[in-house]
C-alpha cells in the first residue's frame, strides 16, 4: 500500500516499513510498523504521529533520550545485576538497541528496544504530551 503519509508499506501480520533516522545521535535504519488490520490504512492520528516524528525527530530524540538516562539511572542496580556491568555507561546504545517505532490507532507511538538487562525488552512510549519508560508492556496495554 502507498499512504499519503506514511509512504509504501508492506503488509505482512503488519504494516511495515524501515526508515532511516537519527535516534539518540546515531543514524539507524529502524522498523515502522502500523497498528491495523490489512484491509485498513493508516487513521489520521497515527499519520499525524509519524509527521511529528519527522517533523520534530530532533527534539523527540532528545526528550526519549533524556528519559531513558532517567529510566536507566532509577533502575540502575537492577539494571546492573542483570546487565552484568559495574555502572550505566554514558553510551545507552552499549545497553539498549532500537528494534521498531509502533505507531497505535491512539496516535501514540512506541520505540521499541532490546534491553541487555531484559529479555522482553523496553519501550519507550510517547503519548501527546507526555512520555515514558518501563518494559515493552507500557506499550501493549496502550494498545
Known sequence: MND?????LTYNGE???????NLWGKDIDIK?????????????????????LMTQSDE?????LEKLKEYMQENSYD????ANVDKIPD??????AVTEILFMESGS???????????????ILCKEN???????????LEE
Not at 499519503?4 to 509504501?8: D, L, N, P, S
Not at 515502522?32 to 511529528?52: G, L
Not at 553510551?91 to 539498549?96: G, I, K, N, P, Q
Not at 507511538?109 to 519501550?123: L, Q
Request: hydrophobic share 40%; net charge negative.
Open 4 to 8: 499519503i503519509i506514511f509512504g509504501e
Open 15 to 21: 504494516w511495515t516499513k524501515t526508515e532511516h533516522l
Open 32 to 52: 515502522i510498523i502500523v497498528s491495523a488490520y490489512e484491509n485498513e490504512k493508516p487513521n489520521i492520528s497515527q499519520q499525524n504521529a509519524y509527521q511529528k
Open 60 to 64: 523527540i530524540s532528545k526528550v526519549t
Open 79 to 82: 539494571i546492573c545485576a542483570y
Open 91 to 96: 553510551d545507552v546504545f552499549e545497553l539498549v
Open 109 to 123: 507511538f512506541g520505540i521499541m528496544c532490546n534491553a541487555k538487562w531484559d529479555s522482553h525488552g523496553i519501550a
Open 130 to 140: 507526555d512520555v515514558e519508560v518501563g518494559p515493552q508492556d507500557i506499550v501493549w
